[in-house]
């Protein structure tokens, strides 16, 4: 039996999903290191996993509101980026290929522990990442 | 079938390819087995879509799913070629 869902639910679902799709892109390209099994299941399980089952009943719109939350989350997490690329001079298009990014001027420092990402979007470098 | 539904099916797809698409990139010249967890990973994700709503949805996802690990793959391999002229990803 098909459930119907208001439109309240509709919108609560759609923004969890947004919330995940944000945190999905923000977390990998925080990810430190080579691809491990373990980060395939976080995210496997965070897009779909035990939460997902129970927050939606099957066969409902529930669902696909999320997933088109996650899409909007996800893509616009990544075009704020290169949004933000392209209006600064210290970044170009490339650093979504291989984090590249100008040298700070004689002035200027990078604090010691601040945010530093791994990848720009898990591009590394042939070969280096695996699974496992 | 609710134009939600098919909408949100293609978002996931979206989602996960896009994910895919950068790490298969990095695990060329991998082991079988990274590839084979990759897939049943994929597999997971279309089956559960199949149980929420049903098996076209979980044919839009891995449709989806497969253009996006694609549109990803071709976007880092003309930066990179940009960068490289003449060597390939």
Do not use: C
Request: aromatic share 12%; net charge positive.
């Amino acid at each position: 039996m098909e459930e119907t869902a208001t439109n309240l639910q509709l919108a609560g679902a759609a923004g969890f999903g947004a919330l995940i799709g944000w945190y999905v892109y923000y977390i990998n390209r925080y990810r430190k290191g080579s691809i491990q099994l373990s980060d395939l299941v976080t995210l496997v399980g965070i897009l779909g996993g035990g939460a997902i089952l129970a927050l939606f009943p099957a066969g409902s719109d529930l669902f696909g509101a999320y997933g088109l939350g996650l899409f909007i989350g996800f893509f616009g997490y990544f075009l704020v980026l290169l949004i933000l690329v392209r209006i600064s001079k210290n970044f170009s298009v490339d650093w979504f290929l291989d984090n590249r990014r100008k040298i700070p001027a004689e002035d200027e420092i990078v604090p010691e522990g601040s945010g530093v990402t791994g990848r720009a979007m898990a591009a590394g470098q042939t070969g280096q990442d695996r699974i496992g | 079938m609710a134009p939600i539904e098919i909408f949100g099916s293609l978002g996931l797809g979206f989602v996960w390819g896009w994910l895919v698409g950068g790490y298969s990139r990095s695990m060329l010249g991998r082991k079988l087995v990274s590839w084979l967890i990759l897939l049943g990973a994929t597999l997971l994700l279309a089956w559960q879509t199949h149980l929420f709503l049903d098996w076209r949805h979980s044919l839009y996802l891995l449709m989806a799913g497969v253009s996006a690990a694609a549109i990803h793959l071709a976007w880092l391999h003309n930066l990179s070629r940009r960068n490289q002229p003449g060597k390939s990803i």
